[in-house]
């Protein structure tokens, strides 16, 4: 297919990524951002880096290339896999984990929260917060393999304990102990997160206001010095209008 048109959500069909995403009765979903034109960019640069890198040694350059469809496939994490070892067919999960339990958006008595435990020490830690002690000497959720057969319940055990709790506070509590953990938030709270500010990922230069690096160098860190063209004056309703 070289030389045809290529846009992420063509490649999101057609390396498998929409049909894994969504909710498990609904249909197949775009992932909401171009995740893979970002991964096609970023694997660009590591196949850069890699043959920089190997000209140190043998003084030779090289044709680097990546593409969107070998990236799309690249991102099927654990699907792939899973159908690798005789696993059957992927299917849609909405926000549950295909391997893991319990992983996935919980409700408290607040905002929801994503619970990703890996491992039974953390889920032992979990039902002590929570107070569950009782579960965690459930036979149905003794190991990762028994809570993803009883998934459902153990969705009902848990939500039914963290209904006694404000999730931000939950999350952090849960965080603090080892148990990964956080509050699900929209963009404007996550642009508000005082760790944004302290990672210094709000770039302000003059009329410009935008993401700042990810990456973090120690010697040669990101300068921001020359903001791009400013944006005309567009109504802000204008972004939202619909042909």
Known sequence: M???????????AMAGLMSVNGE????PLRVGLPIVDIVTGLNAVIGITLALHERTRSGLGQFVE??????????MHPHFPNVFY??????????????IAPYEVYRTATQPIFLAVGNNVQFARLCELLECHDVNQDERFATNGARLGNRDALRDVLE?????WEGDKLADRLMRIGVPCG????????????????????????????????????RTPSRYETPPHALPNIPTQSFMKQD
Request: glycine letters at 14%.
């Open 2 to 12: 070289g030389g045809l048109p290529g846009y992420d959500a063509i490649i999101q």
């Open 24 to 27: 498990k009765e609904g249909e």
């Open 66 to 75: 990546t593409a969107l469809f070998d990236s799309g496939l690249s991102l």
């Open 86 to 99: 005789g696993g059957p067919p992927p299917r849609r999960t909405g926000n549950e984990h295909p391997n």
């Open 160 to 164: 039914s304990a963290m209904a006694r």
């Open 183 to 218: 509050p699900v938030l929209d963009t404007t709270q996550a642009l508000a997160h005082p760790h944004t500010q302290h990672r210094d990922m709000i770039v302000n230069i003059g009329h410009y206001k935008g993401t700042g690096s990810p990456i973090k160098l120690a």
